[in-house]
């Protein structure tokens, strides 16, 4: 599974097609929505631990609180927006922020990810884990319990048999399905009652509740080929038979949704709909949807970057802009395979030499250095190892381990190694202006140390394009890199990040270890961490990996990204995501006053 980069809508290939194992976090945030990494499903490593326990399910499980609302029935009415407009909203097919945002509201899930990335039922009776008997066989086997009062927005039952569909579709080639990998790690489904829907797994699964198949309207689409899905506007575009809280009532193509609740939905978490009227409106651009936000047009809207942020500097107070952090982070990445990174201590030098609270402090404007992280799963990743240290700013110690290394100092105070410069190209997006400013603070820092570093900026295309088509990042043209990644719930996206099977090549174009690690203890760990299903055994091997990319610093975090909400403060329950398409995750518990 692959982490996402950047922030914004994507705009890469897709590769639908290819075998093995998952290669994308389901939902898709942004510019890599294409870069699904297939690898073949690996066997248990040998150090699995003996005797495993039973994972505590507070590790995966927390409390969902809302704000109640205060009268019967549906009332008010809502605004959402973003500065594009959906291409598809139903599951099948979305990928862009905006697909996702919308779909929310249209489509229920097996399970969800809050805030905090607990897992809780949508659908299900309750989350199936090993604790709870649902799931057994070592893994092999899981157990979604389903709602008995379930019903489509046209009144008919949900049954097991619409999981088993959608998972047919899903798999189905025909179907153009958007991603395939990770529900193809699902051999068979059985359907031994109405409310009982029986995977069957090819391997242990440690990722699987991410991949609980969602339901699809047999009785709507059964007489539709799956090769003229995309082609009905009725499934595609505007889904006319949906599961979600609301249903859609009106449709303008490029405009707007205009959704109603829907009376047939119930949920085992959520306990709304609450709106009488639900419309998501798109602006054309961020300018436009800003003003929007701030003249209270719209009541919620998100999709902006952090550099965008004085378009909201004048809010009244009865709008508010929400910044909390996401679980995305800029960070700066080693060319692992350039014989100029070959010694750790090169590389640790380089760390130390980053001074990352002043780029907190001058670059963003931030008013501490809390966004600071020095691991790749920070909070609120279930992960996350807080026993990690954090990296210290030591321009002095850097120039004690340059020098440790071989690099010395010339008269002009440039380090030097057999007569040669350290020299360095860092490569970045050409996109954000306070990335230029931060990329132009590293290379100061560097400077400090004797480090010369040149800059070169690229289209997001050229950047993150495959490597058949050259991309700058697949392909290794560069010594550094400065840009994003974005972490999902399910931490299994380190592995197309950092396996040595992920290397891009090729044959294997796809793939996304850009770093080029090649590294036996983090390939042990991810492997173990992918192939087990108990989460207690699976955060010790995630341990196992933070640990040790932190020991040999392949990749330098640098502080987490901000997700940016405008919210009109009649609009209660809104909580935003670390993974900021997913917004609206709990929007079936929006109301207005």
Not at 193 to 198: A, L, Q, S
């Amino acid at each position: 599974m692959q982490k996402n980069y950047e922030s914004q809508q994507n705009f890469m290939e897709v590769s639908n097609d290819d075998p093995g194992y998952p290669g994308s976090f389901q939902k898709v945030l942004v510019l890599a929505l294409a870069l699904y990494l297939i690898s073949s499903l690996l066997t248990a490593c040998s150090n699995t631990p003996s005797n495993p326990p039973s994972s505590p399910p507070s590790l995966l499980l927390g409390p969902y609180s809302s704000t109640p609302f205060p009268v019967h029935g549906a009332h008010g009415t809502l605004v959402f927006s973003d500065s594009q407009f959906p291409d598809s909203v139903n599951p099948l097919f979305a990928g862009s922020d905006v697909d996702i945002e919308v779909e929310a509201a249209l489509w229920a899930r097996p399970v969800f990810y809050d805030q905090q990335f607990h897992v809780h039922a949508d659908q299900l009776t309750e989350v199936p884990l090993p604790v709870n008997g649902g799931v057994q066989d070592g893994g092999k086997t899981i157990i979604m319990h389903l709602r008995h009062d379930l019903h489509w927005s046209d009144g008919q039952p949900i049954v097991a048999t619409d999981f088993q569909y959608w998972w047919r579709l899903n798999q189905d080639p025909n179907t153009g399905a958007l991603l395939t990998s990770g529900y193809d790690q699902i051999a068979s489904i059985d359907t031994p009652d109405p409310f009982t829907v029986v995977l069957h797994m090819k391997h242990p699964f440690g990722p699987y509740l991410f991949y609980l198949p969602y339901a699809a309207p047999q009785h709507a689409w059964g007489h539709i080929s799956p090769l003229d899905l995309q082609n009905m506007p009725s499934v595609f575009q505007a889904p006319a038979v949906t599961d979600g809280p609301y249903v859609l009532s009106k449709y303008v193509a490029g405009q707007a949704y205009i959704m109603k609740p829907n009376p047939y939905y119930h949920s085992t978490t959520f306990r709304g709909p609450f709106l009488s009227q639900l419309t998501y409106r798109a602006y054309s651009d961020v300018n436009a949807l800003s003003a929007a936000a701030l003249q209270q047009q719209t009541d919620v809207s998100q999709g902006y970057m952090e550099y965008q942020l004085p378009l909201l500097a004048h809010a009244s107070p009865s709008v508010h802009v929400l910044e909390t952090a996401t679980a995305a982070y800029e960070h700066l990445d080693f060319n692992n395979a350039n014989p100029l990174f070959s010694d750790v201590r090169v590389r640790r030098a380089i760390q130390m030499a980053i001074d990352k609270c002043a780029l907190l402090h001058n670059v963003l404007h931030a008013p501490n250095c809390d966004r600071v992280v020095s691991q790749v799963e920070p909070p609120p990743s279930l992960v996350y190892d807080p026993s990690i240290p954090a990296s210290i700013y030591n321009s002095a110690g850097a120039r004690a381990l340059l020098a440790q290394a071989g690099w010395l100092p010339n008269i002009h105070g440039m380090v030097m190694h057999h007569g040669q410069p350290f020299a360095i190209r860092l490569v970045t997006t050409a996109d954000n202006p306070l990335r230029a400013a931060i990329a132009q603070q590293v290379q100061r820092d560097l400077r400090a140390i004797g480090i010369s570093v040149t800059i070169a900026y690229y289209s997001l295309g050229s950047f993150f394009a495959v490597y058949t088509r050259g991309g700058i990042l697949a392909t290794g043209n560069y010594a550094m890199s400065l840009f994003t990644y974005a972490n999902g719930p399910e931490p299994d996206d380190e592995y197309g990040v950092y396996d040595s099977s992920q290397i891009p090549s090729a044959s294997n174009p796809y793939a996304g270890n850009y770093g080029r690690v090649q590294d036996a203890i983090i390939d042990r760990s991810l492997t173990a961490a992918r192939n087990t299903v108990i989460f207690a055994d699976r955060v010790k091997y995630y341990h196992q990996f933070l640990q040790r990319l932190a020991d040999q610093v392949y990749t330098i975090p640098l502080f987490t990204d901000l997700n940016i909400t405008v919210v009109s403060g009649r609009v209660q329950n809104v909580i935003p995501h670390p993974t900021q398409p997913d917004n609206t995750w709990n929007i079936s518990d929006w109301w207005v006053q």
